[in-house]
């Protein structure tokens, strides 16, 4: 490991929009590159903040906390827990104990309107207050699907887009969308072995991505529900290759 990549960057806790945010990183002088990432259901920011130090990426990393709360019993995990918006866990469990990890591509969550809402508020704050030249957007499993949802419904200015174990969700409003990807550089990531979300899933969605004529790195991996170092070592990647020259 280089000397750069072991200094560690400043970590603060912020609230854009009414949002709070755990921020790795700080603004340069050129405002330079913004990231944000959208952490899945039954997680916390603080789950992905350190994956932001370990890539030693110059610029600001912003990790919102979704509004819902989750409860221990829900997420199997000590301590607190958050989504963007609420699932069926029961079904969710069901699924996972029969070894049929879902396809979301039929569902059309009753409050994905307002999470998208709250994003899209939070993101124009941070691009007001940071001033980038470049914006990032991202998530791990739910909350990739909220970015890319938002992604295809509103004017959001981005340069890139980080899809994490992700699968299609409400395709029907999606479906006639897609298009307004072409050309967009984005990296997608999903296990092989997924319990939770399908591995097939995250291919049908690869296609129609593909279709949609987005300029695509596609990392499947030997693995599960999770952002192992393969992956880190293709984000670090790509973030450089699409960071301002400073």
């Known amino acids: 490991m280089s000397a750069a990549a072991q200094v560690r960057s400043p970590t603060t806790r912020v609230t854009l929009a009414g949002v709070e945010a755990v921020q790795v990183g700080q603004r340069t002088a050129s405002g330079g590159l913004l990231v944000v990432i959208l952490h899945g259901f ?3 920011p603080e789950d992905l903040s350190p994956f932001a130090h370990s890539l030693s990426v110059p610029g600001v990393f912003l ?4 509004p819902v709360e989750i409860s221990a019993q829900a997420t199997g995990r000590a301590g607190p827990a958050r989504a ?3 699932i069926d866990t029961v079904a969710r469990t069901a699924a996972i104990a029969r070894g049929t990890p879902r396809d979301l591509a039929a569902e059309h969550p009753p409050a994905l309107p307002a999470a998208r809402e709250l994003l899209l508020r939070f993101v124009q704050e941070a691009r007001s207050q940071f001033a980038p030249q470049r914006l990032v957007l991202g998530g791990f499993s739910q909350g990739a699907m909220l970015a890319l949802d938002t992604v295809l419904r509103e004017d959001l200015p981005v340069s890139a887009l980080l899809l994490f174990s992700a699968s ?3 395709l029907s409003e999606w479906q006639p969308r897609l298009p307004r990807l072409a050309g967009l550089p984005i990296l997608q990531s999903h296990g ?3 319990p939770d979300l399908a591995f ?3 291919e049908k969605l690869n296609l129609a991505l593909n279709e949609a004529g987005a300029s695509l790195t ?3 991996f030997e693995g599960g529900h999770e952002i192992p170092f393969p992956v880190w070592r293709q984000v670090r990647r790509f973030l450089g290759d699409h960071a301002p020259a400073e």
């Open 200 to 202: 097939s899933a995250a």
């Open 192 to 194: 092989r072995a997924d």
């Open 63 to 66: 990790f919102p906390r979704g």
């Open 168 to 170: 299609r969700l409400a």
């Open 42 to 44: 039954g997680m916390e």
């Open 84 to 86: 963007f918006w609420p």
């Open 218 to 220: 596609w990392v499947p």
